[in-house]
């Protein structure tokens, strides 16, 4: 075991933002933990981080105990890296000053080859003589990353690390770091709100709500069956059908077109590349849904939906 924490606690004024959360990671697992903004994911990982102190709880690294900021003169843990929207950059530094200063723990004659690699993957050549203050927020993310890597880090923790960056360079940096987990068997904690990069990015998701991680399983499952609306739509589109007080659920790909079913009026088709995307609603109860087609379909079918959850 790489990482555990036992019952982690945390109440900013009158609200819990952590109420009891424990989690194990080995070494080399990816966790990525999936929940509403404002539901305590950054809280956990800085905590995780030893960045800020629990209420009550503990964080154990290599079965040893990691301490909050009140405990220790130097808060954090040296082989515990978080990358969150503070980015700490050595400001008035420049890029490349502030990515070398990350690589002195390589011997001389690599540390200009590691540096090279890394403004390449993150797409800092042209701004390596610019001061760190002056860059936008993608390109502080990327160079707050470039410097987080360099590191080599036992634990990365990953908090929305993606969110500026355009599709390009996040596909080839979040490549980056899957080669990099296979080299230095990094384990990683991501946070996210959205539950497709959950699903893209790990098959171990804790799915986390009101400060307590409700549930651990695949991304398999997740899809296939969720527990409730509210979980389930965290993982793709999900249609909701309500009957005698239950709700019932299917996803927009899970049906059939019978000849004796619901009865469905299409509102609007609209193609999606790949697929046809309908918003349909129930002639009986009077709810929208979302129906996935290759085609588009007529104005007025009935359905047999394969429900996730009755
Ligand atoms: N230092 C603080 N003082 C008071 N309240 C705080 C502090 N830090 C966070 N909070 C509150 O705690 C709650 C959880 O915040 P946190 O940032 O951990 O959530 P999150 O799930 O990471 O949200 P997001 O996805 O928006 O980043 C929020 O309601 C936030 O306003």
Redesign the pocket.
């Known amino acids: 075991m790489i990482l555990s924490a036992r019952n982690i606690t945390?109440k900013?004024?009158d609200?819990w933002?952590?109420d009891g959360v424990t989690l194990e990671l080995h070494e080399g697992g990816t966790l990525v933990v999936v929940?509403?903004?404002?539901?305590?994911?950054?809280?956990?990982?800085?905590i995780l981080a030893g960045l800020?102190d629990a209420d009550d709880g503990e964080v154990f690294f290599h079965g040893k105990r990691v301490v909050g900021p009140s405990l220790r003169l130097v808060a954090g843990h040296p082989e515990i890296k978080l990358v969150n929207?503070d980015f700490a950059l050595d400001k008035y530094h420049t890029v490349e000053e502030n990515i070398r200063l990350k690589v002195l723990h390589y011997q001389t004659g690599d540390r200009d080859e590691i540096v090279e690699e890394l403004i390449t993957v993150m797409g800092l050549e042209s701004l390596r003589k610019k001061q760190a203050y002056l860059l936008s927020g993608g390109e502080q993310q990327r160079l707050a990353l470039a410097r987080a890597l360099a590191n080599e880090p036992d634990i990365l923790l990953l908090?929305?690390p993606f969110v500026h960056l355009d599709p390009l360079t996040r596909r080839r940096v979040e490549l980056y770091i899957h080669e990099m987990r296979s080299r230095w068997n990094t384990t990683i904690i991501l946070?996210?709100?959205d539950g497709k990069e959950a699903m893209a990015w790990g098959d171990h998701i804790a799915y986390?709500e009101d400060?307590v991680i409700k549930r651990v399983d695949s991304a398999v499952n997740f899809y296939i069956h969720p527990t409730n609306s509210k979980e389930a739509q965290f993982f793709g589109e999900i249609n909701v059908i309500h009957s005698n007080g239950r709700e019932r659920l299917f996803r927009p790909d899970a049906y059939s077109i019978v000849a004796d079913g619901v009865e469905v009026k299409v509102l609007k088709t609209a193609f999606q590349g790949g697929y046809f995307s309908h918003l349909v609603r129930t002639t009986a109860s009077e709810e929208e849904l979302v129906l996935y087609a290759s085609s588009p379909l007529p104005q007025k079918l009935m359905i047999e939906p394969d429900y996730a959850k009755e």
């Open positions: 945390k900013y004024a609200k933002v952590l929940g509403r903004s404002g539901g305590g994911k950054s809280t956990l990982l800085k800020e929207q908090d929305e946070v996210t709100h986390m400060g």
